[in-house]
């Protein structure tokens, strides 16, 4: 093939190419290229990541707000040869083509990973920077975040600037967030390329041609990170080292949450709790949507709707609840309202070029827009709680912050400071909200002195540093339902583990068995909230009648007895960048079947449950089991021996949910908050499997920071099936577990342990059954929630040491 740099035109309408290279120079960090069309760089920042920076200006363009890491100095060489130059890793081997610039991407075997499009590579069109990617054969695409559509994202193409999109269809692009992270997937290999450069920018996964995929930033330099694993687990864990890795939760933004657009009075508020607690439906959370305001106005309560809120929120917290508040980033353009007197007077917000300060129209009406990329902005707005935290709030909803505005063309020349260094709009739009909700998360931490619960719409990558994620405003739809389940799982892929959507929809109106099926679904997500929209049916989990009361009651009370296998998940995700939510894609990468259409929904919840979600008007599905280490229903322990594609029953009470053979899922008694003790027995679910597993399980305090230092309590919990024998380890840590006894459930091992061998000492097991939810026989014409039989479940119950301990059988 000819290869070949184009000619620009002279108005930049046509393909510029990087073109050839002139000079070489070794960095510490790398390798700096100098071209007939500018300067292309290659920068080592891990044995498997590297960056790739392309500028037709005299200086490359370093700043980031999403990277939180920097290139090493060492553990790389660099060899040159005639007409090419390799940069070489213990992990990777990149290989430049010198006339025109190309590269290619090895692993240490040799096999190809990825290689820019020979023809085109990196180059300009007029101001756009882009560069184009040979498509491999049936090379599949995952990730990019909070983007609609498929799993596989071959054949699609998309734009990252985040949106306010009311009630978005199910195919919508853009929406909300900007997480420009996809992995790439071909040949029994795997990749990852985070492009950060946060002007507006398109990605096309051969979308409308057969050659390349590519990505374009519409200003700016061209500058993306090549990683590469063996498995797709270390590659997000990789992009979640540069970007920064989620903070451990407050343990009650693990609970339900209840919403509506909006609750008011304080009555009314103060009613609902007290409804849950009557009804015995665990809840965390009250959040309090605009109304909470005087007339819309951020850090404002109104004073009719909301006279004492002190006192409201110290009663929802003698209830069980704590209370999260909705705050947007307009400040309304009133003399005597103080966040605008002082927003002025300090010099605050976004302006335009004459100076003046930019006003556009929200909820309030003509408001300015505090400039969060200036560090005198961020500190104030994180002092401005204080009149929501003196009052008694520890959890703010981030919304509003693409940041939209009426009419919905913020203009481009409006100035960000960017750290004095001075940007437009265009490059400020998509990092709008990181900023915002990094100011937020500061100013309340600060001022609570631990773990606030911090919710965002808008973001980018990074954004998991500082919040959860919801997916919008979306439709009460069962296409809907469903797409929201792959947004979910998406962001999983992109390095954002605590996202949810509004279960229920937001707008439209659910039908009582679309509520009850996404109640059951939302129980499976790493933020759980229930909300609704002003004019649409209140949506609580009673407001549909007893059935799917029982219904909503039986999958919430799961999750909360699910609770310390999902703060064990939370925190591989804390230090691993491990989802909570896991598309099939991750475990199963190379397997055709979890990108098919019917399967591409299914997810892991952590490392053990596997989640089909269904829609509402189905009362049988097909599923797909990815492996063969055995299969247990959750609900009656009915067992599927092998991988494969199986009919299940999936009536509007029972969600098909699976526990993988050799799971560890440990689990504690029924709580109605996260503020009530459960009792002091740790139950540890174990599955017998073909092969065994190991489980992390974690505790700490759930509000404070002092599991930065050893405030917590780890031990590693092992199975392993060969050698007949589940051992846990010594437990590190300085934090006192809430749990003083043990009592171990094994699942599938029928008459095999009768007795088991504990600290040198035989124990006898005890027969008996187990279900996961209580059965509902009015509302069970299939048998779900059941337990399993008498005898398919053993138990022992044993004192709970701090010390290694470990259990055997014959």
Known sequence: ??????????????????????????????????????????????????????TKEAKFDDFSYAVTVNSVEQGFKITENAG??????????????????????????NRLINEDEPAFGTGWMGEQSVTHKKLQKDERFIGLGEKTGPLNRRGEGYTNWNTDFFAYP??????????????????GVNYGVFMDNSHKSHFNFGASNDRFASYTAEAGDMDYYLIWHSKVADIINSY???????????????????????????????RIAETFREKGIPADAMVLDIHHMEKYKVFTWDKERFSNPKAMNDQLKKLGFNTVVIIDPGVKVEKGYVAYDEGVKDNLFLKYPDKTDYSGQVWPGWCHFPDFTNPK??????????????????????????????????????????EGKKGSHRQGHNIYGLKMVESTYLG???????????????????????????????VASDDHMMAGVRLLNSMGLTGVPYTGMDVGGFTGGASKELFGRWVTIGAF?????????????????????????????????LRYRLLPYLYSTFYDAHKNGMPVNRSL????????????????????????????PEVSTKTITKVYLPDDNGWYDLLDDKYYASKGEYFVDCPIEKLPVFVRGGSIVPAQTLVESTQQQPKDTLFLHVYKGKTGSGFVYYEDDGSSYNYEKDGYYRRTITYDAAKKSIVLSKVEGSYASKFKNLKLVLHGFGNEVNQLTAAGKNVNTQSGNHSWVEPLPHFDPVGSGKPAPVGAVKKLHVGLSNDRMEFTWK
């Open 240 to 270: 979640s080292i540069l970007t920064g890795k989620m903070p451990m939760p407050p343990l009650w933004g693990l609970g339900l949450q209840q919403c509506r657009y909006s609750y008011y009075p304080d009555k009314e508020v103060i």
């Open 1 to 54: 093939m000819l290869l070949f740099s184009f000619a620009i035109h002279a108005q930049g309408r046509l393909y510029q190419s990087i073109g050839n290279v002139q000079s070489t120079e070794k960095l510490k960090d790398g390798v700096l290229l100098k071209t007939s069309m500018g300067q292309y760089r290659i920068k080592v920042y891990s044995p498997s990541v590297v960056r790739i920076t392309a």
């Open 525 to 557: 997500s790493p933020f759980f909230r229930i909300h609704s929209a002003i004019n649409t049916k209140e949506s609580d989990p009673w407001s549909y009648g007893e059935e799917i009361e029982a219904i909503s009651k039986n999958y919430i009370s």
């Open 585 to 612: 894609a991750i475990n199963y990468t190379h397997d055709a079947n979890v990108y098919d259409g019917r399967f591409q929904n299914q997810f892991l919840f952590g490392p053990g449950l596997l989640v089909c």
């Open 377 to 418: 902005t961020r500190n104030w707005w994180g002092k401005s709680f204080k009149s929501y935290t003196d009052a008694g709030v520890e959890g703010f909803w981030n919304d509003m912050n693409e940041p939209a505005t009426w009419g919905q063309r913020f203009p481009d020349l409006v100035e960000f400071d960017f």
């Open 84 to 109: 090419s130059l390799t940069l070489s890793t213990d992990s990777i081997r990149v290989e430049v083509a010198l006339a025109p610039v190309r590269i290619k991407l090895f692993d240490k075997t």
């Open 444 to 474: 309340a931490k600060q001022l609570l002195g631990r773990r606030p619960f911090i919710l965002t719409r808008a973001g980018y990558s990074g954004i998991q540093r500082y919040a959860a994620v919801w997916t919008g405003d979306n």
């Open 170 to 187: 199910s195919g919508a692009d853009p929406i909300y967030q900007t997480l420009p992270f996809y992995i790439g997937v071909h040949s």
